[in-house]
């Protein structure tokens, strides 16, 4: 995912000075938030992609795309400071293509929609890699979504490029093998949702939140990258030996029916035997129903848990006065505040 940039960047007449904390030690590169007039270099640095290139290009210079409203697009630029030439950039935003194609019900949609975003673009120039730009801006985009209140990061990239693919290990995603999708489960909706991913693309997905309302898994094992051999997903198991195994167990009985009247006294020991077998039959079910009833315990003690924590969380964003920190505060309080309705939970 590299691009070369033509051109050079000005930095005087920019509408706004960026911190010295955005410049890490003994870099030259500076990461920030997109800016209006860089829509253009943003775009080229997407040769191979002319759709999403003229969408950032478009919202940049729209001034739509600094995330500052804590739930849409946002777009990062990384500045080299000597040479002032822009050499890479990133962006994510609600995937709501993807949600769509969940077809869920609208309460579960309106909850993913705040709960994960996608990284829809990413480019570096080749000789801004030693910078390690790529893990930078991925973190730069996770702590804004992160403060945010959303649970997850997700996206997908193209086959056939392992220095990439071990790049977004290293930076905490989980990688699929090619073609394995990705399945989101939450109490809201019985049945788990699940994102298709292309047999020519990995998705990969990273934890923002410390006790997420939804769970994010790979509908297959993950990618196992290791002395550059080809991952494997193992298939499912087939019913193919059960029902072998059945036959075995019905053709038993057939060989003992020579000694029929030496064999009523081991006749009594396989009703002993029967009999010991029923209270088996029964201890399964207590034992589900246990389960759940513990489960759904569980769950109401976490939702509680999770409630209190956004309270708090709201207090001291209301306390700070930043309107982003205070409305990102409360969307996310306002989903837990849901999720806790339809369990019935009374705060």
């Not at 193992?234 to 053709?251: I, K, L, R, T, Y």
Request: aromatic share 2%.
């Amino acid at each position: 995912m590299t691009a070369t940039v033509p051109g050079v960047i000005s930095t005087k007449t920019r509408r706004r000075q960026g911190s010295a904390g955005q410049r890490p030690v003994a870099s030259s590169v500076w990461v920030r938030p997109a800016r209006v007039g860089e829509g253009r270099q943003v775009a080229a640095l997407l040769p191979n992609d002319p759709s999403t290139a003229e969408l950032l290009r478009s919202s940049i210079e729209a001034d739509r795309a600094d995330g500052t409203n804590g739930t849409e697009l946002l777009v990062l630029v990384a500045i080299d400071r000597k040479t002032d030439r822009l050499v890479g950039m990133g962006a994510a935003g609600v995937p709501r293509q993807w949600i769509a194609a969940l077809k869920l019900p609208q309460q579960a949609a309106r909850l993913v929609a705040r709960t994960m975003v996608a990284v829809g673009a990413l480019s570096v120039v080749p000789e801004a890699l030693p910078q390690k730009l790529i893990p930078r801006i991925l973190n730069r985009l996770a702590d804004h979504y992160r403060d945010a209140g959303f649970q997850w990061m997700a996206g997908h990239c193209a086959t056939g490029a392992p220095a990439w693919l071990n790049t977004l290990v290293e930076s905490g995603f989980t990688v699929g093998d090619k073609g394995v999708g990705m399945r989101l489960q939450s109490a809201l909706w019985p049945i788990p949702a699940n994102l298709a991913t292309q047999q020519t693309q990995h998705a990969f997905f990273r934890q923002l939140a410390d006790e997420p309302t939804v769970l994010m898994t790979l509908q297959g094992v993950p990618l196992q990258l290791r002395d550059g051999a080809a991952p494997v997903v193992p298939a499912p198991a087939a019913p193919a030996p059960a029902e072998q195994a059945a036959p075995e167990v019905a053709a038993a009985p057939k060989a003992e029916p020579k000694p029929k009247a030496a064999a009523k006294p081991k006749a009594e020991a396989p009703k002993a035997e029967s009999s010991k077998a029923e209270p088996s039959k029964a201890e399964p079910s207590e034992t589900a129903e246990q389960t759940k009833e513990q489960e759904q315990a569980d769950t109401i003690r976490t939702v509680r848990r999770r409630v209190s924590a956004a309270k708090g969380r709201l207090t001291r964003a209301l306390d700070s006065g930043d309107e982003d920190r205070i409305a990102a505060a409360r969307a996310h309080l306002a989903t837990l505040e849901q999720q806790a309705a339809s369990l019935g939970i009374v705060n």
